[in-house]
């Protein structure tokens, strides 16, 4: 999250000067570009200090910056002169900042605990534990381009790419590839081979890796589009990283899953470098499934709740593999130890366990700081 970094000017309120500034950047579709124009607006060019300033002293989400703690230079094991300051914060893609809302939040969980015990779970005046993922859920749906409906907040990010794979990588003798990028994150390899080595498929064989052309350092989609079109008829998924985490390239999601639905492929996206980080429209772009981790720019700690999202087309396919656990089936039969199948309908009928409540109020501080912004906001300051 942009506020992560901190700024060395004073923190006074200058938001109403937004509008002849950041405004022309919130939703450009070239950002980069729209920076230049508007520098030289301001007769400056967009490498001047001046225009730094100018940027920083009008910033849409500079209001937002003291929301976080930020580590001094004095723990950090600084001895220059400047124990008195704070970091300036640059490893948000490694582990977000923590929010100054998120130790009261944790307190108030562990004091219900101490105080309430086990009827915690059901504790009305407070979060009950036993819905504790709906206070949550509609942010994180928000903020990834969803729908409340295909947004379950559990598990962490390898263990929700094996409950997509588990549901959408369904291989056929002739049908059973892998499409992944080049230099794909060690996690999702690992993941991807043991799916293919659960479905006795070779390890290797069963991975297509689309590769950089010579001397460039980002993929082309064009490359991406082609090597679907050339291998769709024995890839069974298309797993792509949203943001790829070596280069930071942002895939063209949308284009991606249009090429692998033409061709018969089911469609899934790593999307730990890319949520809270980019504007996302899940939904529209037909995406079949995505997870998440959520420690890195939603701020939501160290082994943070993992994401999981699965389009409202699959919603209500109950024939669809999964791995099932009790908290998948309807609260309201839950508890009657009946043993007979009632899944919840969308990304919650994937579920397993509950959901654990500390790293659960964790994301929701962050999530209220979210709330006061905008992924297009952010990402016009980003960029």
């Keep these: 999250m942009l506020s992560t970094e901190r700024m060395d000017m004073e923190d006074k309120d200058t938001t109403g000067d937004n509008d002849s500034v950041w405004a022309q950047l919130v939703g450009a579709e070239h950002p980069g570009s729209q920076l230049i124009v508007l520098a030289k607006s ?3 060019h967009v490498t001047d200090i001046a225009f730094a300033r100018l ?7 500079r209001r937002l910056k003291n929301e976080f703690l930020y580590p001094s230079m004095k723990a950090m094991g600084v ?8 970091c300036i914060y640059l490893c948000g893609n490694s582990l977000g900042l923590q929010p100054k809302q998120t130790q009261t939040l944790v307190m108030e969980e562990l004091n219900k605990w101490a105080s309430k015990a086990v009827h915690g779970h059901t504790e009305p005046k407070t979060r009950p534990w036993v819905t504790i993922q709906t206070t949550v859920k509609e942010e994180m749906a928000r903020m990834v381009g969803a729908e409340p409906l295909e947004v379950s907040v559990m598990n962490t990010l390898s263990v929700n ?4 794979m588990v549901a959408f990588y369904r291989p056929t003798p002739t049908r059973y590839k892998v499409l992944v990028e080049s230099k794909v994150f060690p996690s999702d390899l690992y993941a991807i081979q043991s799916q293919l080595q659960m479905h006795g498929f070779d390890r290797d064989d069963g ?62 996206f790593d999307l730990a470098h890319a949520v809270g980080n980019v504007p996302l429209k899940l939904h529209d772009w037909g ?5 998440w981790c959520s420690y890195k720019y939603v701020n939501a700690g160290p082994g943070g709740i993992g994401g999981f999202f699965v389009h409202e087309k699959h919603a209500t396919d109950f024939s669809i593999s999964r791995m099932e656990g009790w908290w998948g089936h309807e609260l309201k039969t839950r508890f009657e130890m009946a043993n007979e199948r009632q899944l919840l309908p969308g ?8 959901p654990p409540v500390l790293q659960t109020v964790s994301l929701l501080a962050s999530l209220n700081i979210f709330k006061k912004t905008s992924m297009d906001e952010l990402r016009a300051t980003s960029v």
């Design 42 to 44: 301001h007769d400056l």
């Design 55 to 61: 940027l920083d002293k009008t910033n849409p989400v």
């Design 79 to 86: 001895e220059d002169g400047r124990l008195d300051k704070n």
């Design 161 to 164: 790419l094996h409950v997509g």
């Design 207 to 268: 991975i297509i890796a689309v590769e950089l052309r010579e001397k460039e350092h980002t993929l082309r989609t064009e490359d991406i589009i082609s090597a679907i079109s050339t291998h769709g008829d024995s890839i069974a998924l298309v797993l792509f990283s949203g943001i790829q985490y070596y280069t930071g390239q942002f895939f063209n999601l949308r284009a991606i899953t249009a090429a692998a639905h033409s061709k018969g492929c089911k469609v899934g």
């Design 287 to 291: 995406i079949d499934f995505a997870c």
């Design 347 to 354: 990304a919650d009928g994937f579920q397993c366990s509950n």
